[in-house]
């Protein structure tokens, strides 16, 4: 089993930078996929970012790409988004996800693919 816990959100002025982090528990740790998805008030739940166990493959959500880095560091048991050129849009609760996605080129943006989730950290970025 894993836990994650994650950090870092706080209020930003548009145009700004923040680093999300998320700690992980748990034995498995480095074979899990990680991903971060964000939620908006009176919004679904949509992906970020996905990074598989290695390290070697990220995928990003069109509305990021260029804007956030996914990396993680499995000697550490941590996952990162350094989040660039903060916009008022992407002001959400942040959560981290773990998951053993058997195909993760197929199945990355998939919430249902994770299998434990953290409560999420706010982010909000003021215009």
């Known amino acids: 089993q894993v836990q994650v816990l994650e950090s870092g959100g706080e209020l930003v002025q548009a145009g700004g930078s923040l680093r999300l982090s998320c700690a992980a528990s748990?034995?498995?740790?480095?074979?899990?996929?990680m991903a971060w998805f964000r939620q908006a008030p009176g919004k679904e739940r949509e992906f970020v970012a996905a990074i598989n166990w290695s390290g070697g493959t990220t995928f990003y959500a069109n509305s990021v790409k260029g804007r956030f880095t996914i990396s993680r560091d499995n000697a550490k048991n941590t996952v990162h988004l350094q989040m660039i050129s903060l916009k008022p849009e992407d002001t959400a609760l942040y959560h981290c996800?773990?998951?053993?996605?058997?195909?993760?080129?197929?199945?990355?943006?998939?919430?249902?693919?994770?299998?434990?989730w953290g409560q999420g950290t706010q982010v909000t970025v003021s215009s």
């Open positions: 996800a773990a998951g053993r996605i058997r195909n993760f080129y197929l199945g990355y943006s998939k919430g249902s693919e994770y299998d434990y």
């Open positions: 748990g034995r498995t740790y480095n074979s899990y996929s």
